[in-house]
């Protein structure tokens, strides 16, 4: 299958017109809304899901070495990507550093939905991966929100701060403790437990993740509507390239690894998301002069729908071909 072909496959899938339905009807002002309840639910259920199924994958696959060099690699990835981000943002936008920073540490920090419908894609072609890649997924979650503080601190007025609060936001976020949590049950209670849950975890996925992505069409609508003037094109451009900038950085670390092509991959998604749930709330703790409109637009308005349309078949594309998988 080449590029076009994965490209059209995938803008045809039904994750993706659900994303796309939710972007139309906020863009249009249509009153369709999830319930905020419904939504938080939404988000747990994939967390756990996701999380669960990674930890049975790592009990079939064991410890070893190639896991822990994973991780190292992930925890590296994720706090030099926001640097480069930085460096990308004072040259092609006019963002003062503080901005800039808030901004950056995003990039260096994962998208956790687009990593499950990145898994979608590789299910849909009958394509591995480690299974371990979503305890990389977490482990790249706080790193980049260290170098985003650090960024800030050595060049800025502005005192980030550091304080037990922030720390219990980075390391206590409930994203984060849902996903390691559900992937240690996964990993403990192995094939045997999943077997138990497999009704619900697995065959109503693809279909929780559908509404999911409709609500975030419906967020992200609202996100590109209210920041008209402050969006400019050198940050359209940015929440454009840096992606593609971190996956290739993300491919190259992959192939160093030797990892699958359906690895590869993973690890060039994960590189190239943006955060927008852990990364905002230690923004808002630490940097609340920073401003929201700007980061969470980039990230959630331009990155995410980017990545979802365009950018899953072309790394995906570039990993095989750089892998021959």
Do not use: Q
């Amino acid at each position: 299958m080449n590029y076009l072909d994965l490209a059209l496959a995938n803008l045809g899938s039904p994750l993706i017109l659900a994303f796309a339905l939710g972007l139309f009807a906020s863009l249009a002002r249509s009153d369709l809304s999830i319930p905020e309840a419904a939504a938080k639910f939404l988000s747990i259920y994939l967390l756990f899901a996701i999380g669960f199924k990674g930890g049975v994958s790592v009990s079939l696959h064991g410890i070893d070495l190639a896991l822990g060099t994973s991780l190292i690699a992930g925890i590296f990835l994720s706090a030099a990507l926001p640097i480069i981000a930085f460096g990308m943002l004072r040259v092609m936008t006019k963002l003062d550093r503080t901005n800039a920073a808030a901004v950056a540490g995003h990039y260096g920090s994962i998208s956790i939905v687009t990593f499950v419908a990145a898994t979608s894609v590789l299910e849909s072609l009958g394509m591995e991966s480690e299974g371990y890649m979503v305890a990389v997924a977490a482990a790249m979650e706080a790193p980049a929100i260290l170098s985003a503080l650090w960024l800030i601190s050595t060049g800025s007025k502005s005192e980030a701060c550091m304080d037990a609060t922030l720390w219990r936001e980075i390391m206590l976020n409930g994203s984060i403790v849902l996903l390691v949590g559900a992937f240690i049950i996964g990993m403990v209670t192995g094939p045997e437990g999943l077997k138990e849950v497999e009704a619900f975890i697995v065959a109503p996925f693809k279909g929780v993740l559908c509404l999911f992505l409709l609500d975030m069409g419906l967020i992200a609508g609202r996100g590109l509507r209210e920041s008209r003037g402050i969006i400019s094109l050198g940050l359209v451009a940015f929440g454009v390239l840096m992606p593609i900038v971190g996956s290739l950085v993300g491919v190259v670390v992959g192939m160093v690894l030797g990892l699958s092509t359906g690895g590869v991959f993973l690890f060039m998604v994960l590189s190239a998301s943006a955060s927008y749930i852990a990364v905002p709330a230690a923004m808002r703790v630490a940097v609340p002069e920073a401003n929201p409109s700007v980061y969470l637009t980039l990230s959630l308005g331009i990155t995410f729908p980017f990545n979802l349309t365009l950018g899953l078949p072309l790394y995906l594309g570039l990993a095989t071909a750089l892998t021959g998988g």
